[in-house]
Nanobody, 126 residues
Framework: QVQLVESGGGLVQPGGSLRLSCAAS????????IGWLRQAPGKEREGVSC????????YYADSVKGRFTISRDNADNTAYLKMDSLKPEDTAVYYC???????????????????WGQGTQVTVSR
């Protein structure tokens, strides 16, 4: 059964940090680009970061550049999103997604991803 399961969300104060995990099962994450996307209440889903299949390229939304870091551990079949200097406007449900392909690029367009996790809530508040 193909599955992506996110974890690591929670409540954090502004300026704090969280690390989200995305565990894949039923398929080999090695052959997939990874994306992290988020959706805040009343807002459209937005791409936050992505990592190409071979880890050669990463992209970040301007709003998180310099604060978030995407990575993966192929041995554990898991992807990560480290989030530092969190702001209240980062509050959202965060989703990881996987896109199969041999391309050395990746995309922040959620419509191009094949598999999705169920999401994990991140709340940044005092």
């Amino acid at each position: 059964q193909v599955q992506l399961v996110e974890s690591g969300g929670g409540l954090v104060q502004p300026g704090g940090s969280l690390r989200l995990s995305c565990a894949a099962s039923g398929f080999n994450l090695d052959y997939y680009a990874i994306g992290w996307l988020r959706q805040a209440p009343g807002k459209e889903r937005e791409g936050v970061s992505c990592l190409s299949r071979d880890d050669s390229n990463t992209y970040y939304a301007d709003s998180v550049k310099g604060r978030f870091t995407i990575s993966r551990d192929n041995a554990d079949n898991t992807a990560y999103l480290k989030m530092d200097s969190l702001k209240p406007e980062d509050t959202a449900v965060y989703y990881c997604a996987a896109k199969f392909g041999l391309s050395r690029s990746c995309t922040l367009n959620g419509g191009e991803y094949h598999y999705w996790g169920q999401g994990t809530q991140v709340t940044v508040s005092r």
